[in-house]
């Protein structure tokens, strides 16, 4: 008889145990209400939801332990957090490509301006001063202006060059203008434009005009560009697609505490840091070129100011011109026997019409304009404006984490940890690509950095190249030398790359307490588990299952 109720009792524990390690839901689990809540205001559809707390071993990102995530909640909210980490670096880009982009057209209108002005205060003025001098030859000035906007705009143009040329034609027709009487073949003129250089006919005007301008447009077409550049940079990195390991870490950031039943936990700050620190290795690399960039480029902002800053010489142009034909003009009997003594006697054309008067008519009389103001302006807004771009690229994960992540205050015992609700341990990541060995949070392989972004990086090395010889004065030719391929991951459901279930040292089911810290049971959190992995009722069932099975054995031992 005895035996017999031992083995009645028996039989009940190993029910109750049974029914223990089930997870009975009956007796285990939390209403889901207020993920229902959450998750249908996000568009998705309550009948993926369940009512109650299931069993997680469905889960494939999150831990699985008891939750109110399906499958098929899981999925979609893998594929909205990437959408949203996604937006939030476009937005990010966009704010600085757009900061750039207004910088470049602020100074390109200033300087196309300066340009502009000079060829119509030429215009308006050279008629009177030179007469048929500058009216039959007006093509070759506005020639000269197209090629200097061409130079300007990033032509392959050698701008020294450009000006020889330029003289040496304006000599040509000059002197068969001054002397319609004579016969001037090819080979005179040929002896004309060896003798030129020596004998000066346009005085010091195309010396200054070669070493000032040739400076002021090197600068300014420099400095514009690299802005040119640097947005472009931006514009491409954010279009590089990031990996699935990172897509993984971002959805266990973002809302696996809502799978976990506690939505009201926000991501710890460290965790959100190194969750991002890793998605982002590769674009913090690119941070010691990026600042050589910009510090180039408001290095060379000072060759815009004073008497031979880039502004004044590009405003001066006409004034060179002039110059140099009241030069021709005021010593064209000296020039004009100089030459005759070089190159000969040119034959008289018979049939030419009588010479006419090409003296002045009066003096070219151009009104100083004072700077505006509007240059100062403008450097000043682009220097604050670039040093503050200076640490974009590895303060990012940080700017993302306290304006886009809705990033708990503080790392405390209320914030998500990525395993529960808990203080978040370990150290934060330092910065780029080979820190990132020990991430907790995403695996990342310093062996392989994105060629994308190398290639960007290659591309702010030569351009920072290109603005410190420009600084020199020095001829650069700035060809855009980067490959405009890039790509972006999108796709329907969730790919198995990110859902797929790895076993390593980064899923979820291995952390250890050195990592994350699990406080105790509180009131949101699911419950916890012992060394073996069943819930603490299960262990006094357990003992009260061995006692009975002892008494029961007792007749036996008799």
Request: charged share 25%; proline share 6%; net charge neutral.
């Amino acid at each position: 008889m005895e035996l017999r109720a031992g083995g009645w009792w028996l039989l009940c524990a190993a029910a109750a145990l049974a029914s223990c390690a089930r997870g009975d839901p009956a007796s285990k689990s939390r209403s889901c209400s207020e993920v229902r809540q959450i998750y249908g205001a996000k568009g998705f559809s309550l009948s993926d939801v369940p009512q109650a707390e299931i069993s997680g071993e469905h889960l494939r990102i999150c831990p699985q332990g008891y939750t109110c995530c399906t499958s098929a909640m899981e999925e979609n909210l893998a594929n909205r957090s990437r959408a949203e980490l996604e937006a939030a670096l476009l937005d990010s880009s966009r704010v600085l490509q757009a900061t750039l982009a207004a910088q470049l057209r602020g100074f390109d209108d200033h300087f196309q301006q300066l340009l502009n002005e000079s060829e119509r205060t030429l215009q308006d003025t050279f008629p009177g001063a030179f007469g048929e001098l500058y009216t039959q030859n007006a093509k070759a000035f506005r020639d000269l202006y197209a090629e200097l906007r061409l130079y300007y705009r990033g032509a392959s143009l050698h701008l020294e060059e450009t000006l020889a040329e330029f003289w040496a034609r304006l000599l040509e027709r000059l002197f068969r203008q001054l002397h319609p009487q004579l016969l001037l073949p090819e080979d005179y003129l040929d002896c004309l434009g060896k003798r030129a250089e020596p004998l000066r006919p346009f005085g010091d005007a195309p010396r200054k005009l070669r070493l000032r301008a040739t400076r002021a447009f090197v600068a300014t077409r420099a400095f514009v560009q690299g802005l040119g550049v640097a947005g472009d940079v931006v514009r491409k990195v954010a279009q590089v697609p990031l990996g699935p390991e990172c897509w993984r870490a971002v959805m266990k950031l973002l809302y696996c505490a809502h799978c976990l039943g506690v939505p009201g936990a926000r991501p710890c700050p460290d965790y959100c840091r190194n969750v991002l620190k890793g998605c982002l290795a590769n674009q913090a690399d690119l941070d010691a070129e990026w600042r050589n960039l910009l510090d180039s480029m408001v290095l060379i902002t000072d060759k815009f100011w004073g008497p031979e800053g880039a502004e004044n010489a590009i405003g001066s142009v006409h004034l060179w011109l002039a110059e140099a034909v009241s030069t021709l003009q005021d010593n064209r009997d000296a020039f004009t026997a100089k030459v005759i003594q070089g190159c000969g006697n040119p034959r008289v054309n018979p049939h030419s019409p009588a010479s006419e008067e090409t003296r002045p008519r009066g003096k070219l009389a151009v009104p100083e304009k004072l700077p505006t103001g509007t240059l100062e302006k403008l450097v000043s807004e682009a220097k604050a404006q670039l040093r503050d771009a200076q640490d974009f690229w590895i303060s990012l994960p940080g700017t993302l984490c306290s304006e886009k992540v809705a990033m708990s205050a503080a790392s405390d015992d209320r914030c998500w940890n990525g395993m529960a609700k808990g203080r978040y341990l370990p150290e934060v990541m330092g910065d780029g690509l080979a820190n990132q060995i020990n991430n907790p949070e995403v695996e990342v392989d310093i062996t392989k950095p994105d060629m994308a972004i190398r290639q960007q990086i290659m591309q702010l090395k030569i351009t920072t190249n290109r603005l410190r010889s420009a600084y020199n004065g020095e001829d650069a030719d700035f060809q855009d030398a980067s490959d405009d391929g890039s790509g972006s991951g999108s796709g329907d459901g969730c790919p198995e790359d990110i859902c797929g279930h790895r076993v390593n040292k980064k899923n979820s089911s291995s952390r250890t307490s050195l990592t994350h810290a699990l406080p105790g049971l509180s009131e949101r959190e699911g419950p916890k588990t012992s060394a073996a992995g069943c819930p603490q009722p299960c262990t006094a069932l357990l003992v009260l299952l061995l006692t009975l099975v002892l008494s029961a054995a007792r007749p036996r031992w008799r």
